[in-house]
């Protein structure tokens, strides 16, 4: 790492090549592999190049940024390199503010499932973010924003839920909470009820119950309206995954391939991961691994 940096600070000309060399090993990283024992040394160099770049960015660097540190996110190793990525990722926000919409965007995009140390980073880096992000330019991000929140609190991990119960105590998170409350109210209120009701950890009930309060407080009428809400409606659809965007997607992906069989008739429709026909394993070394072990034990 230090021959490397050394290289980079004396080598004036041959910057441009380093980067575009190490930018190829992250692709490899993000794209076709899940483990580089360089990630996080690679980003430690490249904490120190961002510091120093000029403001305003140049496109070289937003393209960086959206095709390299956003996309980093998803990796299943990520938690190994998070620190510095996130490093990464605030530095390039002190240049750019507006940055830190696309991250959003990115953060909620890539959010894990089925893998509580890495939800608890995202949502760290979630917390740190929303203190940069624009309040102008948050409106579009509400709903997403809030319907993760929830479906964290609402889910079966406690420390995932205690970590995103830390929002709200948060002064900027709750002025969105209050300022959206005719959006955010109707998804929050039935969930933080019930849970507050029936919660079987008795120190998080408890944050719950004083979180109740609280939105009680901001709007008591608000708060009685989403009451209201039947049961089987919206508390189903947060805390449990949105099958109907799901489905459109799956959708969209039919009318493409049958777009592409018409026009060429060597076509072959790839077979698509995480469908329910499918196995996981099939498309993921690491639950390969697992997959082929218990087969093995079974056999």
């Not at 959206?66 to 190793?77: F, M, Y």
């Not at 605030?90 to 750019?96: N, S």
């Not at 309060?213 to 508390?235: C, N």
Request: aromatic share 10%; charged share 25%; proline share 4%.
């Amino acid at each position: 790492k230090n021959i490397l940096h050394k290289l980079y600070a004396k080598l004036v000309p041959r910057r441009k090549m380093i980067r575009k060399a190490i930018n190829e090993t992250f692709y490899q990283l993000i794209h076709e592999g899940h483990k580089f024992n360089g990630a996080s040394e690679l980003l430690d160099i490249l904490a120190s190049i961002i510091s120093g770049f000029a403001v305003p960015l140049r496109e070289e660097h937003v393209i960086f940024f959206n095709n390299i540190i956003i996309p980093l996110h998803k990796v299943q190793t990520c938690s190994e390199f998070f620190e510095q990525l996130l490093r990464c990722s605030m530095l390039f926000l002190t240049k750019d503010k507006s940055l830190a919409i696309t991250l959003l965007n990115g953060l909620l995009k890539y959010w894990p499932f089925a893998n509580c140390v890495k939800e608890t980073l995202f949502l760290t880096e979630l917390q740190e973010v929303l203190e940069i992000v624009d309040e102008d330019k948050i409106s579009d991000l509400i709903v997403p924003l809030f319907r993760r929140i929830v479906r964290c609190i609402g889910g079966t991990h406690l420390q995932v839920a205690d970590r995103a119960m830390c929002f709200f105590e948060n002064d900027y998170f709750l002025s969105k909470l209050k300022a959206y409350k005719e959006v955010t109210f109707p998804m929050l209120v039935p969930v933080i009820v019930e849970l507050s009701e029936n919660h079987w950890h008795k120190i998080l009930q408890e944050s719950l119950v004083a979180l109740k309060t609280i939105l009680s407080e901001i709007d008591h009428l608000a708060f009685e309206e989403a009451q209201k809400i039947p049961k089987g409606d919206d508390r189903r659809f947060i805390v449990k995954p949105n099958h109907d965007r799901r489905s459109k997607l799956d959708q969209k992906w039919d009318k493409l391939n049958t777009s592409l069989k018409s026009s060429n008739s060597g076509y072959k429709a790839p077979d698509i991961p995480f469908r329910s026909s499918q196995l996981v394993a099939n498309y993921n070394t690491l639950y390969k691994k697992i997959y082929d072990k218990e087969k093995f034990i079974n056999e």
